[in-house]
């Protein structure tokens, strides 16, 4: 498992990528996949409006360049560091993925699927049970957020399509 200090500056490196995603007009989210021993499997920033791709979320990003790295799609010894709380598809896909730890930053009380409006890593179909750990630096990644919304709020994205979570 990654030790505490380790995942404090994982989670500031992400948070000044997920800013990076956010100038670019996607919702500030990044999210990495380290292995046992703290190296980095897999990363990845939400890129659902650049590449018009319903499925990029930073955590989905994150676990397909993981499982090309490591030829395989279980992650028993690994913890999934992310700067919200995974929404519903992402959860299951960390279930399905089997990924040891879940590490997040702000929590998402209207998304959030690790805890939020609901907890699918507790769900009795859950086949898989992981350690989630929320708020590491969630004030932080809480204001981000927020601050990108308010900003965005009434304004189109460069497609003219609204910019949604």
Do not use: Y
């Amino acid at each position: 498992m990654v030790d505490d200090a380790l995942t404090l500056l994982w989670m500031d490196r992400l948070l000044r990528r997920a800013r990076a995603a956010g100038a670019g007009g996607e919702i500030p989210v990044a999210a990495a996949l380290l292995d046992g021993s703290g190296r980095c499997l897999g990363w990845g920033t939400n890129r659902r409006h650049r590449q018009a791709d319903p499925l990029g979320h930073a955590e989905l990003l994150a676990l397909r360049q993981a499982a090309a790295a490591r030829g395989d799609w279980r992650f028993n010894d690994c913890t999934l560091i992310v700067t919200l709380e995974p929404c519903p598809m992402c959860a299951g896909a960390l279930i399905q993925a089997r990924v040891g730890t879940v590490v997040f930053a702000a929590a998402d009380p209207k998304r959030g699927a690790l805890g939020g409006c609901l907890d699918l890593s507790r769900h009795a179909s859950a086949h898989h049970h992981m350690r989630v750990v929320g708020g590491v630096l969630g004030d932080c990644a809480g204001r981000e957020l927020e601050e990108w919304f308010r900003q965005r709020r009434g304004k189109g994205t460069a497609s003219g399509r609204p910019v949604d979570a």
